[in-house]
């Protein structure tokens, strides 16, 4: 029979060990989080913006799952300002759509931005917001 049933003990928890990596993000809180598979080598952790205690963050770092490093991605293109509450979803693997936040407090951003991972230019109509891509190799 089938029910409704939710097996939690196949869930852990660990710690991921990060005393060996160089270059760690700035601490926030309030950021975006994606998922994203580079077709070259491996999957990342693309996270966006947030606030921290030294106000509201405007880059964007990356986590490499497989040799668990962060490093700072180079974006180009129109960027978004940054902001913190935001929404982020990753379509398809290949274009991250960014929705809203706050740039500052009591603000809020009502525009939309995609960004395309690993590519060097693309050319959508959009007239919500703009575009911004990564030529990190990184993402590629």
Known sequence: TIGNDLYLDTFTWREIDLSQTTELPA??????????????????????GGYNSDGV???????DLA?????????TGKKPSGRYGQSLTMID???????????????????????????KHRQILN????????TDPILK
């Not at 963050?57 to 986590?63: L, S, Y």
């Not at 040799?67 to 974006?75: L, T």
């Not at 007239?127 to 990564?134: K, P, T, V």
Request: proline share 5%; hydrophobic share 35%; aromatic share 16%.
């Open 27 to 48: 601490p926030r809180a309030h950021h975006s989080m994606v998922t994203y598979s580079s077709p070259n080598d491996g999957t990342y952790l693309l996270v966006w």
């Open 57 to 63: 963050v405007a880059d964007c770092v990356v986590f």
């Open 67 to 75: 040799r668990n490093s962060w490093r700072v991605v180079q974006e």
């Open 93 to 119: 693997g290949s274009q991250a759509y960014m929705l809203a936040g706050y740039p500052y407090e009591n603000q809020k951003a009502v525009d939309l931005h995609i960004m395309y991972p690993g590519k």
């Open 127 to 134: 007239s919500f917001g703009s575009h911004f891509f990564s």
